[in-house]
């Protein structure tokens, strides 16, 4: 019997991923609870208490004259200081300097001879010998909130914050930008595998060059071109088109040294069977090296669509900020400017943008490392 010891370094490998994994999944887990929790809550305790009670200090205002009822020469007024009635009160006041000034249950004595009481479920009844006026009473109470969860962040999210337009203009962006590039890179890449014509090195030389050319270099050139291009045939600017041009170039250098990779590695004998077959390179391409190359083409895909999904430069840029066209990216930038309070907002905002990718790459998660490592091993 040999025991069979693992090193020290895949200790430490497994070690680093588990700690990796750990990082990763703590943020997002608490950006869920962050967005199902009500936004009083967020304000008062971390996402790590929502399963606990909270206490709040919360200010409530009587309806007035609209509320009023009169019995017996005394003008009442009756309701509930805590919202949906969930929660009890340890202590209410009248001032925001001495928010808890009094005990519950107890009757206290206010301006023009009204008295007030404030029970343990909330409850108030709020007397005064003369009509109460248009504007009510101020109650601060202090209470012990239960943990609620709501879908109220994503319904506020979807409808009233323009999110869900945004969200349709992404995935008009990131899916012709993602299934383009791949089809071009494809041919491209079963052309510089294993097609001979003049000056393949240098294009693939050059193919491979562009890979370091930085984004933002050649953001506005491009811009320039297509614009000078819209104008010569009619075609014009800020369109959909123009942005799938866009990602469609600045991902086919990444996409063709991927595919081109791998197709190479694919065994020779396979084309040169469906060539005595009287295949051509067409034929060979569609029905031989598509059916091979899926996770080469779907690990690919994984990358493209992240990168355009989460674009911002690129869609601020070919696509602008109007409210036809904006997409989830830049919305969420305008909602850090204006609602940088409301966590609850923006925190739903934030996971209705990253859960499209999580679907994409746990659907197509089994094709990621096949691919990539595919093409690091020569084929016979």
Same mark, same amino acid.
């Given at each position: 019997?040999?025991?069979?010891?693992?090193?020290?370094?895949?200790?430490?490998?497994?070690?680093?991923?588990?700690?990796?994994?750990?990082?990763?999944?703590?943020?997002?887990?608490?950006?869920?609870?962050?967005?199902?929790? !009500?936004?009083?809550?967020?304000?008062?305790?971390?996402?790590?208490?929502?399963?606990?009670?909270?206490? &709040?200090?919360?200010?409530? =205002?009587?309806?007035?004259?609209?509320?009023?009822?009169?019995?017996?020469?005394?003008?009442?007024?009756? $309701?509930?200081?805590?919202? !949906?009635?969930?929660?009890?009160?340890?202590?209410?006041?009248?001032?925001?300097?001495?928010?808890?000034?009094?005990?519950? $249950?107890?009757?206290?004595?206010? !301006?023009?001879?009204? &008295?007030?009481?404030?029970?343990?479920?909330?409850?108030?009844?709020?007397?005064?010998?003369?009509?109460?006026?248009?504007?009510?009473? =101020?109650?601060?109470?202090?209470?012990?909130?239960?943990? =609620?969860?709501?879908?109220?962040?994503?319904?506020?999210?979807?409808?009233?914050?323009?999110?869900?337009?945004?969200?349709?203009?992404?995935?008009?962006?990131?899916?012709?930008?993602?299934? +383009?590039?791949?089809?071009?890179?494809?041919?491209?890449? @079963?052309?510089?595998?294993?097609?001979?014509?003049?000056?393949?090195?240098?294009?693939?030389? %050059?193919?491979?060059?562009?890979?370091?050319?930085?984004? &933002?270099?050649?953001? %506005?050139?491009?811009?320039?071109?297509?614009?000078? +291009?819209?104008?010569?045939?009619?075609?014009?600017?800020?369109? @959909?088109?123009? +942005?799938?041009?866009?990602?469609?170039?600045? $991902?086919?250098?990444?996409?063709?040294?991927?595919?081109?990779?791998? +197709?190479?590695?694919?065994?020779?004998?396979?084309?040169?069977?469906?060539?005595?077959?009287?295949?051509? !390179?067409?034929?060979?391409?569609?029905?031989?090296?598509?059916?091979?190359?899926?996770?080469?083409?779907?690990?690919?895909?994984?990358?493209q669509f992240l990168w355009t999904w989460n674009d911002l430069l690129v869609a601020t840029v070919f696509l602008g900020n109007s409210e036809q066209t904006i997409v989830l990216t830049a919305r969420l930038r305008e909602l850090l400017g204006s609602r940088g309070g409301n966590?609850?907002?923006?925190?739903?905002?934030?996971?209705?943008? %990253?859960?499209?990718?999580?679907?994409?790459?746990?659907?197509?998660? =089994? @094709?990621?490392?096949?691919?990539?490592?595919?093409?690091?091993?020569?084929?016979?």
């Amino acid at each position: 019997m040999y025991s069979h010891k693992k090193s020290p370094l895949v200790w430490f490998s497994h070690i680093t991923v588990l700690v990796l994994v750990v990082l990763w999944t703590i943020p997002t887990f608490g950006l869920l609870v962050t967005s199902l929790r !009500d936004k009083d809550q967020i304000v008062a305790s971390g996402w790590w208490t929502s399963l606990a009670t909270s206490t &709040q200090n919360l200010i409530y =205002r009587t309806p007035g004259e609209a509320g009023q009822t009169e019995e017996g020469g005394l003008y009442i007024n009756v $309701g509930n200081a805590l919202e !949906d009635g969930a929660g009890k009160v340890s202590r209410f006041g009248t001032s925001s300097l001495r928010p808890e000034e009094f005990e519950v $249950g107890q009757t206290v004595d206010l !301006d023009d001879g009204m &008295q007030l009481t404030v029970e343990e479920n909330g409850d108030y009844r709020l007397t005064s010998p003369e009509p109460f006026g248009r504007r009510g009473e =101020r109650i601060f109470v202090t209470a012990e909130i239960p943990p =609620r969860f709501t879908l109220e962040n994503y319904r506020n999210v979807l409808t009233a914050e323009g999110i869900g337009q945004s969200f349709l203009n992404s995935l008009t962006v990131a899916i012709p930008s993602t299934i +383009i590039p791949v089809l071009v890179a494809a041919y491209a890449a @079963y052309a510089l595998s294993w097609m001979k014509f003049p000056f393949r090195n240098l294009l693939l030389a %050059i193919v491979v060059g562009l890979l370091v050319v930085p984004l &933002q270099m050649s953001l %506005i050139p491009l811009l320039k071109m297509y614009n000078a +291009i819209g104008q010569t045939f009619g075609v014009p600017a800020k369109t @959909y088109v123009g +942005i799938w041009l866009a990602h469609m170039g600045f $991902g086919l250098p990444l996409a063709i040294y991927l595919l081109r990779n791998y +197709i190479a590695g694919l065994p020779r004998e396979l084309m040169e069977s469906a060539r005595v077959d009287g295949a051509n !390179d067409f034929t060979i391409f569609n029905k031989i090296i598509l059916p091979l190359s899926y996770p080469a083409l779907a690990s690919f895909a994984i990358f493209q669509f992240l990168w355009t999904w989460n674009d911002l430069l690129v869609a601020t840029v070919f696509l602008g900020n109007s409210e036809q066209t904006i997409v989830l990216t830049a919305r969420l930038r305008e909602l850090l400017g204006s609602r940088g309070g409301n966590w609850e907002i923006l925190t739903a905002s934030a996971f209705v943008s %990253i859960i499209v990718p999580l679907i994409v790459f746990f659907a197509l998660q =089994r @094709y990621l490392v096949r691919g990539l490592l595919a093409g690091s091993v020569k084929g016979g």
